[in-house]
């Protein structure tokens, strides 16, 4: 186990790490922010008749509407993770048209179950977006608070086919923002949940949205309070360990997620598959912290140098992270994906698996969003310059004649080597040779390999009678064309 202070404590076991968060800050904590995100449930659907299987004599079925609901949070933020007891937050919910009924698309109105100790924030609007375009309230098909009624029901102020409620075409899509108050009652870990009523001229379903283990970060521990929380994108381009023992990563990447810890004792883990049902686990690796090690939240990472399996580049990988308390019920991340590029580094990332069907999901997913004012939307890290590929050797100090030298080398993309072992003139007389021996090796992607430099039985037997010598290691390694040489000494024991 490493650890070394940076301003916080970096805890490391292997090459996972978490990096504690520190306290609460100040309000109207995402102005400026980089790393606010939404924080959404997995998406829930109803079901349609497609219009023209329909006029065809053979009806089929399809999505009718996708939709989700999640909150703004902030575990990254400068001041302390947020929200925190008496902050300001939104929520939001998507609606997108997926079917082609006949109806021509899919009406809706939503209903709201805020959490315990949570209320709407009527001194700021609410906001609305069809396909990304919208504004503050009031304006048409985007009425303000006079439209929520006691129930938390929130209808259009529409006319015409739909009335009072939202129309969704397929290939288009509608966005709701929504400010509420975190009160000094609010528990961590609850769900945030809703009601969305469909009319759509086939099931008119009442769909389900739900965002699960929604986060207060000082707040009461609800029912189960730890978690697990992406930030996206969830994987992404890192040529460096930004933990102890530091160097580079094993793929140029890292995957990380917020461990909603809050005090208590128990392990997290990533787990990683070529399946997005995560069957068969190809490969994991976990952590162990103690009881008060980590009061809030903590970011796990991970550049899979230690899961025990081999990644190449061009294959979907799928990966949660878990957060495993030494009593009560884990917490299980949704699934996660991402393809390495094959010079290093991550290719795509993006949400895994999702439930269909309407079911309801099972965790916080973090898609990206937030298309409107007045939420002002945190402007993204500038992306990691193209890092050139890399070989880096390693000589040990110490070898015996009977096993070799053994050079182990990493590279962050397709390289090749030569090593070399050689003695002074004074000490060539003595075994017969200036030359002990010689290795190549090559990788044709990022990874590791170890070049051997094999003595002859011979100058064994020579070497055996001196005892001992010390003799320079030459590599040179190739890489994108470009070559360099390093020299070590090691000590080479008969």
Known sequence: MFVRAVGAVMVATGLVAVVPTGPAGAAEWWEGSQTANWYD???SYSSVLNCFSVIQGSPAYENGVG???GYLADPDNATGPKPVVNDKTWIRYRVYGMGNPCSGGSYFRPKFYLPVGWSWDTSRQIACAYDGSGGSAPQANCPGWSNMDASHAYWNNGSG???NLWGVAQG???EFQFPVKVGPNAQSGVVLDAHLDVADGNFNPQMLLRTNNVYVFNGTPGANNVGVMYDQPSS????TLPFAPGGPTRYGMLSAFQAVIGGRAGSAKFEISTNPGMT???GSESFSFPSGQFPGSAKAMTDWADAGVALQPGVTYYWRGSIIPTSGSAAVGEVQSFTLKPGGGVDATSLGATNSGGGVGTGSGGVPGGVITPVPQPTPPSPNPPVAPSATPSVP??????KGVVVTLTCTGACSAKASATVTKKLGKKLGTTTLGSARGSLGAAGSTTLTIKLSKKLRARLKKVGSVKATVKVT???AGTSTTTTAKVTIKG
């Open 280 to 282: 068969p686990v190809l």
């Open 161 to 163: 086919s739909g009335g």
């Open 172 to 174: 288009h899509y509608w």
């Open 236 to 239: 992404y381009d890192q040529a």
């Open 397 to 402: 100090r110490t070898a015996t004649a009977k």
């Open 477 to 479: 390694t190739t890489v």
């Open 67 to 69: 939709a989700y609901i």
């Open 41 to 43: 449930g997995q998406v």
